[in-house]
């Protein structure tokens, strides 16, 4: 799916995800980040080294789940926009998204907003819980998004409005 509409379906994504039993241990780093290319602050953003690329740049990501905390530091990090923190234990019915976001208006905590999958589809509402947006981020946001636990790894996006995060 991903080479044919440029959208990556279950097939691709569902390949980056941790095994189950890490994936109910707590917050992990989802790198949808499919094709070889030249690029690695997401190597060099890890404070744990849990992203390998290695010598060869063009070399696809590699996580290691044993040192991986879902601290989300790499999502704001990435030029890709690729890199999603995703969190299932995180209430009763509900996972958590951390997606990157480099638009305006910045969503604030607390606000509903209207969240989207890969293919900009809309999937759910759901609730902003946290707004990352220090300096050394370079204006990409990092938000947190409160989502039905079956759609936590459908929902990558949220729909507002158009301007560029300048
Ligand atoms: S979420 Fe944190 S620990 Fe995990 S890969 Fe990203 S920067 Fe490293
Ligand atoms: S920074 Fe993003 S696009 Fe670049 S290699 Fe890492 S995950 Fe892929």
Redesign the pocket.
Known sequence: MLKATGVAGPKDWEAKLPDSQRRKQGPYVV???FQE?P?????Q?CPRNA?A?GEDINT??CIDYGLCNGCAI?VA???????FVVDETYAEGYGKVMIPWEYKPLPAKGDTVTAVGRDGKEVCTAEVVEVRNIKNQDRTAVIGLKVPLEHVNVVRGIKLGGEING
Not at 39 to 43: D, G, K, L, T, Y
């Open positions: 790198f949808e980040c290319i690029c690695n602050p997401c190597e953003a992203v690329i696809i990501p790499c990090r990435c030029p890709g926009l690729a890199i």
